[in-house]
């Protein structure tokens, strides 16, 4: 691990020159990768410092124990020398934290699509509702959010909505919650206040720029067509609605929010590239490990990352086995305790592969 560091910090080094350097300045491009790559690097190498100094410290401690003579000088080295411990565990766990392979998405933009799945309107209801929840948590962490496209359903729900969280750390916070959500609850549709269970399936890829994605034109189908609202009406006079299909995968993204056409068209060829890449990240993890599963699933009542049950204020994530008693200001935006939670689940799973290694 010494010897990565070192490495580490040589590069560290060269990044800080070609950052003043007037050939990397003037091409925005490679002063972009550079500035990335600085921003990896520098919390890596500020706590290697710090652990050289660390090492420094209980070195000296230990020889001031090994000279102390009386009892009483020996009681506040021994003290010294614990702390000094301490301090070095403390950040070599940090280290090995900081080392971990970086995910290759870390730093992209997101893109969230929400649909109801089972459960008829009451699933579109509660599929506007996990959106307010992204919502809300996205404005309490400071991302940027555009809504990218929105269907809403005859009783105020959402059939379905696309929308990206714009932010440095939008990955890392959102990267767990695509999967089927479950909702136990008394539907305002019944009559005789019995429970329903339905569900939202929640996919989020990573934003893909086109220098991750290439796509080419003659492998594209494009149909264009009026906008519709709630119940078939048109709400446009023009043909500005777009849908694009990609042959070779068959995926499709259909995009009607914006009254121009190109605009559609634009949202619409993000949305599929990031569909894409995900694809085939999702293709290549496959390879690796065949227990891996997609994302939204069947979108199956029974298939589910997590639970929201609304008599006992309850949540529950199925994958980590956390259960919190606060569903209302989870809804809220609230995610923290959760999302947090996943993310050190994460990285525990990491270090313990790598230490199977």
Not at 21 to 40: C, N, Y
Not at 111 to 135: H, K, P, Q
Not at 170 to 189: I, K, N
Request: a negative charge; hydrophobic letters at 35%; glycine letters at 8%.
């Amino acid at each position: 691990m010494l010897e990565r560091l070192e490495g580490l910090e040589r590069e560290y080094e060269a990044v800080l020159i070609q950052l003043s350097d007037p050939e990397v300045i003037a091409d925005q491009k490679k002063l972009r990768e550079v500035s990335r790559r600085h921003s990896e690097l520098e919390p890596v190498v500020q706590v290697y410092k710090h652990y050289r100094q660390a090492l420094d410290d209980l070195a000296v401690a230990r020889e001031m124990l090994s000279e102390a003579s009386s009892g009483e000088d020996r009681d506040t080295m021994r003290a010294e020398v614990e702390s000094a411990e301490e301090s070095v565990c403390r950040m070599e766990e940090q280290l090995k934290v900081l080392l971990l392979p970086k995910d290759p998405n870390d730093g992209k933009n997101v893109i969230v699509e929400i649909r109801g799945a089972e459960g008829g309107e009451e699933a579109n209801l509660f599929a506007r509702d996990l959106f307010e929840m992204y919502s809300r948590y996205a404005e309490r962490k400071g991302f940027g959010m555009e809504v990218m496209s929105s269907d809403p359903s005859d009783m105020g729900g959402l059939n379905q909505v696309t929308f990206m969280v714009k932010g440095p750390a939008a990955w890392s916070h959102f990267m767990a919650e695509g999967g089927p959500h479950r909702v136990q609850r008394v539907p305002v549709t019944e009559s005789q206040g019995r429970v329903h269970t339905s569900s939202a399936t929640v996919t989020v890829l990573p934003e893909a720029e086109e220098v991750d994605v290439h796509i080419e034109e003659k492998d594209l189908k494009i149909d264009v067509y009026r906008s519709t609202g709630p119940g078939g009406q048109s709400v446009n006079t023009t043909d500005s609605a777009v849908r694009i299909t990609h042959i070779p995968t068959g995926i499709v993204v259909a995009m009607q929010d914006e009254k121009s056409q190109i605009q559609n068209r634009a949202k619409a060829m993000l949305v599929l590239r990031s569909r894409i890449l995900k694809a085939e990240q999702d293709r290549q993890a496959a390879a690796v490990s065949q227990a891996r599963r997609s994302q939204v699933g069947g979108g199956g009542r029974s298939e589910k990352i997590r639970t929201y049950n609304y008599k006992e204020n309850r949540v529950t994530d199925h994958r980590i086995g956390l259960t919190l008693y606060k569903l209302d200001k989870i809804m809220a935006g609230e995610l923290d305790e959760i999302i947090d939670a996943l993310m050190a689940d994460e990285r525990a799973r990491q270090l313990a592969g790598q230490m199977d290694q």
